[in-house]
């Protein structure tokens, strides 16, 4: 069975920094590209970030670019997200997902998502 | 940027009715489109793909349609468990992008 956790989420002031986890199990990892989605409160789905299997290659939402870093460790079978310079905006949950094919495909699988608020 | 547009953005519905929702996308995507729903407090699940698959273990009253810049996810016979918010998203390229979301609510 496929699972993926997230971590990290809480309560940071604006130009803070975290660290957001996600945890894969019941897939070979290093197989698949995975990404970050978030939504805010009551809003829809933003993609946020994303990273190839081999994680050779990133790619970042406009609004993100320059704040965020993603990377994996294969090795842990863990997906990371840095985030730095936070802002009120930033405030959503943060959900990781596993795309359904190698490099492409929709998102088949997603975790539970964790909550980031930024306020001071 | 590929910007996808949902339509509606709230419906009306009663069980039994058949339910369409429409999503444009700004350019041509082929059949690079998925469709997710997702409930309350719940991550979104997968229910097309590829414009017209349809994902393992979802109704078949779920059905997609559509290429190149003009897609619809049509529910035949909507049922209690249907009620929900509905994305689309393209993955023909980056940055990937969802549709601002319909949400199916009961009339």
């Known amino acids: 069975e496929v699972q993926l956790l997230e971590s990290g989420g809480g309560l940071v002031q604006p130009g803070g920094s975290l660290r957001l986890s996600c945890a894969a199990s019941g897939i070979t990892f290093n197989n698949y590209a995975m990404s970050w989605v978030r939504q805010a409160p009551g809003t829809g789905l933003e993609w946020v970030s994303g990273i190839r299997g081999g994680g050779d290659q990133t790619y970042y939402a406009d609004s993100v670019k320059g704040r965020f870093t993603i990377s994996r460790d294969n090795s842990k079978n863990t997906l990371y997200l840095q985030m730095n310079s936070l802002r009120a905006e930033d405030t959503a949950v943060y959900y990781c997902?596993?795309?359904?094919?190698?490099?492409?495909?929709?998102?088949?699988?997603w975790g539970q998502g964790t909550l980031v608020t930024v306020s001071s | 940027d590929i910007q996808m547009t949902q339509s509606p953005f709230t419906l009306s519905a009663s069980v039994g009715d058949r339910v369409t929702i429409t999503c444009r996308a700004s350019q041509d995507i082929a059949s690079w489109l998925a469709w997710y729903q997702q409930k309350p407090g719940k991550a979104p699940k997968l229910l097309i793909y590829?414009?017209?698959t349809l994902e393992s273990g979802v109704p078949s009253r779920f059905s997609g349609s559509g290429s190149g810049t003009e897609f619809t996810l049509t529910i035949s016979s909507l049922q209690p468990d249907d009620f929900a918010t509905y994305y689309c998203?393209?993955?023909?390229?980056?940055?990937?992008?969802f549709g601002g979301g319909t949400k199916v609510q009961i009339k």
């Open positions: 998203q393209q993955y023909s390229s980056y940055p990937l992008t």
């Open positions: 590829k414009a017209s």
């Open positions: 997902a596993k795309r359904e094919v190698a490099n492409t495909g929709p998102f088949d699988y």
